[in-house]
């Protein structure tokens, strides 16, 4: 069964530390996947996707995350996180269809 | 301004009761969803909808009943048979399959007292 998981539930930094988020997932052909993020008091929103090329995504707000397809990873990166990074941190993963399955989560607090 | 709508944000049922989450989108999308967010097990999948009149069982639709009348509206009900209810429902919508981006509402807290 297709699956995702965050490695890990809480994260604490300082700012201007760098950070990333492991995420793996199962399955084994052609995957769309998803960085979402969801800041306090605030909708669900995409951070960035990855469905073919480049495996070096770029997204908003100079997050990006890097497909490794031997790896089954799909890491999310910053080089420097600020207090207003505070959020949940969701990866997800789309086959083709209309299913995507969520990770469960990261919550990120950035200490100003 | 278009967008993802529900109502209400915070919904407090008794035990036994069936209750109707609001879902409304204006960006013409053709795909709508349903996610129960729970702490530390991510969203899971209720119900989609690929069109009008249309609808297909998530991973958890147990308990759970939906309708597609309208391409903009895509209610929720918690039934009675439903477990356990209590939690953080989102509504979702994006244009074609699930590997376009998905766009969220601002979720309903659900607690059944």
């Known amino acids: 069964a297709q699956s995702v998981s965050q490695h890990n539930h809480h994260v604490i930094l300082s700012e201007a530390a760098s950070l990333e988020l492991g995420c793996n997932y199962s399955?084994?052909?052609?995957?769309?996947l998803f960085w979402y993020v969801q800041y306090p008091g605030q909708h669900l929103q995409l951070l960035l996707k990855y469905f073919s090329g480049d495996p070096l995504v770029k997204g908003i707000k100079g997050f990006e995350a890097e497909f490794i397809k031997s790896k089954f990873s799909f890491n999310l990166r910053k080089p420097s996180v600020q207090w207003s990074d505070t959020a949940e941190y969701f990866c997800a993963l789309n086959t083709g269809g209309f299913k995507t399955i969520f990770g469960a989560g990261t919550r990120l607090f950035v200490k100003a | 301004d278009g967008g993802i709508t529900q109502s209400p944000k915070y919904l407090f049922r008794k035990e036994g009761q069936n209750v109707t989450l609001s879902c409304e989108q204006n960006?013409?999308?053709?795909?709508m969803y349903w996610y129960r967010q729970d702490p530390g097990q991510g969203l899971r999948l209720i119900y989609y909808?690929?069109?009008?009149?249309?609808?297909q069982k998530g991973d958890i639709a147990e308990g759970y009943s939906v309708s597609r009348e309208k391409k903009e509206s895509f209610p929720l009900t918690v039934t009675s048979a439903q477990k356990n209810p209590t939690a953080f429902y989102l509504c979702?919508?994006?244009?074609?399959?699930?590997?376009?981006?998905?766009?969220f509402g601002p979720g309903t807290r659900l607690t059944v007292l």
């Open positions: 960006l013409n999308h053709d795909a």
């Open positions: 909808s690929q069109i009008v009149n249309d609808f």
């Open positions: 979702a919508s994006s244009i074609l399959a699930g590997d376009n981006e998905q766009f």
């Open positions: 399955y084994g052909g052609t995957v769309n």
